[in-house]
C-alpha cells in the first residue's frame, strides 16, 4: 500500500512550477536526521504533497515518488540520501499552514508540531483532508 509525505520547498529555490516544467527531478539537500530517516522509508508509487515554506506557507500539488532512497552522489557521505519524484497535480487552491493549524483534526502532525522538518509522513487521514480543504 501507498504511503503519503510531505516535502518542503522555498518557492524560490524549488517551486512547484519548477516540477511541473522539469516533470521530474531529485529531490535533495535535506541534512536533519529525522527527515532522513523519513526519506529513507519513501517507496516508488508513494505520493507527497509538495509544500511550499517561506511567505507561502501551503501545500500546493501532489507529486509522486518515482525511485526508493538511494546514496546522494554530491554529498559523498552515505548517511544523506534523495529520491525522486514527478509532478502529479496542482491543487486546485492551495492549503495554507494557518486553515491546517486551525482545524484541531492536525494538532497532532508534525507539520503542525516540527514545523522545521522538510519531510514528513501524512497520517491517511490527514491526506484526505487536506485534499478536500483544496476544493473551492
Sequence with gaps: MAAYWLLK?????????????D???VWDGVRNAVALKY??????GDRAFFYHTGKERAVVGVARVESQ?????EAGDDRFV?????AEERLSQPVGLDRIKAS??????E???LPRLSVM??????????????SP
Design 39 to 44: 526519506m529513507r522509508q519513501v517507496q516508488p
Design 69 to 73: 532512497a538511494y546514496p546522494d552522489p
Design 121 to 134: 509522513p501524512v497520517p491517511e487521514d490527514h491526506w484526505h483532508r487536506v485534499i478536500g480543504m483544496s
Design 104 to 109: 484541531r483534526q492536525f494538532e497532532g502532525w
Design 82 to 86: 534523495v529520491f525522486e519524484i514527478s
Design 111 to 113: 507539520l503542525v508540531r
Design 23 to 25: 516533470g521530474r527531478t
Design 9 to 21: 520547498s522555498e518557492p524560490g529555490d524549488y517551486s512547484f512550477d519548477d516540477l511541473e516544467r
